[in-house]
Nanobody
Framework: QVQLVESGGGLVQPGGSLRLSCAAS????????MGWYRQAPGKQRELAAR???????TYADSVKGRFTISRDNVKKMVYLQMNSLKPDDTAVYYC?????????WGRGTQVTVSS
């Protein structure tokens, strides 16, 4: 059974940084794409960043140049380094693993950007 556990969220001032971590278990981690999605209050969940098994990265236009996704296949971890945070980045951030047509999700971690 796939388990994804996020950590690293919190309250940060505009312009600040946070690093999110996602620990994965229950699957052959290295062969699957991993992603970070986010959902703000009253809005649909949206992709923030994705990294394929081969290391190719995709970012939402709203986070390009500020966020960096990375993975460690030995530790079965995926990270999201978030810099120059804005109030619009406030959301619950979810870790995702895509296995073909199946999606697995963590419970999420809250990121709040506010002065």
């Amino acid at each position: 059974q796939v388990q994804l556990v996020e950590s690293g969220g919190g309250l940060v001032q505009p312009g600040g940084s946070l690093r999110l971590s996602c620990a994965a278990s229950g699957s052959i981690f290295s062969i699957y794409a991993m992603g970070w999605y986010r959902q703000a209050p009253g809005k649909q969940r949206e992709l923030a960043a994705r990294i394929t098994a081969g290391g190719s990265k995709t970012y939402a236009d709203s986070v390009k140049g500020r966020f960096t996704i990375s993975r460690d296949n030995v530790k079965k971890m995926v990270y999201l380094q978030m810099n120059s945070l804005k109030p619009d980045d406030t959301a619950v951030y979810y870790c995702n693993q895509r296995q073909g047509v199946d999606d697995y999700w963590g419970r999420g971690t809250q990121v709040t950007v506010s002065s």
